[in-house]
């Protein structure tokens, strides 16, 4: 697909919808101006569709030139076909142009559409925010069109495919039928399995590679299709063990396809795209064992991520990348000596201030923090957010000190996408989990100066250089996004917002 060539700057609006996590984002030139979650404005967790208040802060930015979607429609109605999604293949409602037409945005009428396949939007959203000529690139997820996993590069620009699977073959979707199978909700809570992976042993991977998968390096086939999902196997297995069983398999899977594209593909870098890419313990492991020099992820790397990443395909060329503080703004300066003093006083105290951030993760903005060395500090935030006891809570430290407490397999992780081993598990107990890992955000001065200077202001006052970082927001609930969000978590929580 070749990019736009275009005199001046081209706004581009970028839109992935219809499946799960809906999102927009708005591109001028190589400025991303804006970008968002549907289920911020809807509070609606995971919603698929276009929320209007997510449209109107995206169209206050001015009418779009272009509108980039995610999917080729026409490819994915094919792919129902072969899954027997009849009901959904014979859908004309849901047709991009014709859902677009439905809202009844004048600023939307007459804009032209592109469409971008699935995987290369994943693709394209890694590489062109990475500021580097030439990445190779894993990309892993459930499915899109028809491709699950892909192994290719963008060098100059151009996107090369060397290896990929096609559903009904997804570890993406086997992942989630496990998800299942543990008791938890396929595509929302795998995070859940991969936490509880660490609680047992991985008894079942010879019997899961007999019976669900081949291994066929650098890729796999899958013995059966899990589209949905894998019923009561291993009736009597424990779900610590069964979680541990598909995380190992996981591993071995993205590990093994990082190393033969590391053998094909001269880059330096490797970007990991899809929704695997949310997966920082294999994220770990392919940090310290994949060959390549570096491993970088988009912070958002799921599908919401793709609207970005459409507009980056169309437009062709790389995007001034600044961070993920791209959505909605809660005007204010971080209120860095109240939020210590809160800290130092109650322990646990919300933050909304600035833009949100774009991804699953909160990093600053819109966060729960907490004082990490109490015994009781990752219960009393678990029971504030209504979370299983088991799941670990992440830490936040300052690049610079961060190798002191952690061993850290990149030089950075800016946006939590890699756990480390604590070097002194007992000093902090609220962001260590039962192996002993924590998945650290580590912040600069130049990417969050507030949080930067809380991090400073924290230790000063009490000798801590770390503080836990969650997200703010209630279990089964999207992120805050606005004043009127932060106001009712505190009236429903207790804990003040600052």
Same mark, same amino acid.
């Given at each position: 697909?070749?990019?736009?060539?275009?005199?001046?700057?081209?706004?581009?609006?970028?839109?992935?919808?219809?499946?799960?996590?809906?999102?927009?984002?708005?591109?001028?030139?190589?400025?991303?101006?804006?970008?968002?979650?549907?289920?911020?404005?809807?509070?609606?967790?995971?919603?698929?569709?276009?929320?209007?208040?997510?449209?109107?802060?995206?169209?206050?930015?001015?009418?779009?030139?272009?509108?980039?979607?995610?999917?080729?429609?026409?490819?994915?109605?094919?792919?129902?076909?072969?899954?027997?999604?009849?009901?959904?293949?014979?859908?004309?409602?849901?047709?991009?142009?014709?859902?677009?037409?439905?809202?009844? *945005?004048?600023?939307?009428?007459?804009?032209?559409?592109?469409?971008?396949?699935?995987?290369?939007?994943?693709?394209?959203?890694?590489?062109?925010?990475?500021?580097?000529?030439?990445?190779?690139?894993?990309?892993?997820?459930?499915?899109?069109?028809?491709?699950?996993?892909?192994?290719?590069?963008?060098?100059?620009?151009?996107?090369?495919?060397?290896?990929?699977?096609?559903?009904?073959?997804?570890?993406?979707? *086997?992942?989630?039928?496990?998800?299942?199978?543990?008791?938890?909700?396929?595509?929302?809570?795998?995070?859940?399995?991969?936490?509880?992976?660490?609680?047992?042993?991985?008894?079942?991977?010879?019997?899961?590679?007999?019976?669900?998968?081949?291994?066929?390096?650098?890729?796999?086939?899958?013995?059966?299709?899990?589209?949905?999902?894998?019923?009561?196997?291993?009736?009597?297995?424990?779900?610590?063990?069964?979680?541990?069983?598909?995380?190992?398999?996981?591993?071995?899977? =993205?590990?093994?396809?990082?190393?033969?594209?590391?053998?094909?593909?001269?880059?330096?870098?490797?970007?990991?795209?899809?929704?695997?890419? =949310?997966?920082?313990?294999?994220?770990? =492991?392919?940090?310290?064992?994949?060959?390549?020099?570096?491993?970088?992820?988009?912070?958002?790397?799921?599908?919401?991520?793709?609207?970005?990443?459409?507009?980056?395909?169309?437009?062709?060329?790389?995007?001034?990348?600044?961070?993920?503080?791209?959505?909605?703004?809660?005007?204010?300066?971080?209120?860095?000596?109240?939020?210590?003093?809160?800290?130092?006083?109650?322990?646990?105290?919300?933050?909304?201030?600035?833009?949100?951030?774009?991804?699953?993760?909160?990093?600053?903005?819109? /966060?729960?923090?907490?004082?990490?060395?109490?015994?009781?500090?990752?219960?009393?935030?678990?029971?504030?957010?209504?979370?299983?006891?088991?799941?670990?809570?992440?830490?936040?430290?300052?690049?610079?000190?961060?190798?002191?407490?952690?061993?850290?397999?990149?030089?950075? /992780?800016?946006?939590?996408?890699?756990?480390?081993?604590?070097?002194?598990?007992?000093?902090?107990?609220?962001?260590?989990?039962?192996?002993?890992?924590?998945?650290?955000?580590?912040?600069?001065?130049?990417?969050?100066?507030?949080?930067?200077?809380?991090?400073?202001?924290?230790?000063?006052?009490?000798?801590?250089?770390?503080?836990?970082?969650? /997200?703010?927001?209630?279990?089964?609930?999207?992120?805050?996004?606005?004043?009127?969000?932060?106001?009712?978590?505190?009236?429903?929580?207790?804990?003040?917002?600052?």
């Amino acid at each position: 697909m070749a990019a736009i060539r275009a005199l001046g700057p081209t706004q581009v609006l970028g839109l992935s919808a219809l499946s799960h996590d809906a999102s927009a984002c708005v591109v001028r030139g190589a400025e991303i101006l804006f970008a968002g979650h549907a289920e911020r404005y809807s509070r609606r967790k995971n919603d698929p569709d276009l929320a209007p208040g997510l449209l109107a802060e995206a169209l206050s930015f001015g009418r779009p030139d272009l509108i980039a979607w995610y999917e080729h429609p026409l490819r994915k109605k094919l792919r129902h076909v072969r899954a027997g999604q009849f009901r959904h293949a014979v859908d004309v409602e849901d047709l991009p142009r014709r859902y677009l037409a439905r809202l009844d *945005l004048p600023e939307l009428r007459g804009v032209p559409i592109r469409y971008v396949g699935h995987h290369r939007s994943h693709a394209a959203a890694g590489h062109f925010t990475s500021g580097e000529r030439h990445t190779a690139v894993l990309t892993a997820d459930a499915i899109g069109e028809f491709e699950t996993f892909t192994l290719g590069e963008f060098r100059d620009g151009v996107y090369r495919v060397f290896a990929r699977c096609r559903y009904p073959h997804s570890l993406g979707l *086997l992942y989630s039928a496990f998800t299942r199978r543990c008791g938890f909700k396929p595509n929302e809570e795998e995070f859940i399995v991969m936490g509880l992976a660490a609680l047992g042993r991985p008894r079942y991977v010879g019997q899961l590679k007999t019976d669900l998968i081949e291994l066929t390096p650098p890729t796999f086939r899958l013995r059966r299709n899990v589209h949905r999902g894998i019923g009561d196997w291993q009736p009597r297995a424990d779900p610590a063990d069964l979680a541990a069983s598909i995380q190992a398999v996981t591993e071995e899977v =993205l590990l093994g396809a990082a190393r033969w594209l590391r053998s094909r593909v001269d880059a330096a870098t490797l970007t990991v795209m899809g929704g695997l890419g =949310l997966n920082c313990v294999a994220n770990e =492991l392919l940090a310290r064992r994949s060959g390549f020099d570096r491993v970088t992820l988009l912070p958002n790397p799921g599908d919401a991520g793709s609207s970005l990443g459409a507009a980056a395909a169309v437009l062709g060329h790389q995007l001034d990348w600044t961070g993920p503080y791209l959505g909605t703004l809660i005007e204010g300066d971080y209120p860095v000596a109240a939020l210590a003093g809160a800290l130092a006083t109650r322990g646990v105290v919300g933050v909304a201030r600035g833009r949100a951030e774009f991804g699953p993760r909160a990093l600053g903005n819109r /966060s729960l923090l907490a004082d990490p060395r109490g015994p009781d500090s990752r219960d009393r935030v678990n029971r504030v957010k209504g979370r299983e006891p088991f799941r670990p809570f992440a830490p936040v430290v300052r690049q610079e000190v961060a190798e002191r407490y952690f061993d850290m397999p990149v030089d950075a /992780s800016p946006y939590m996408q890699f756990t480390a081993r604590c070097r002194d598990p007992r000093a902090f107990p609220g962001i260590v989990h039962v192996d002993g890992t924590s998945r650290v955000q580590t912040v600069t001065r130049r990417q969050h100066p507030g949080l930067y200077d809380l991090l400073g202001e924290y230790e000063r006052r009490t000798g801590c250089p770390i503080l836990l970082n969650t /997200s703010l927001n209630l279990k089964g609930e999207p992120l805050v996004n606005d004043l009127a969000d932060a106001r009712r978590f505190s009236s429903r929580t207790g804990v003040p917002v600052l």
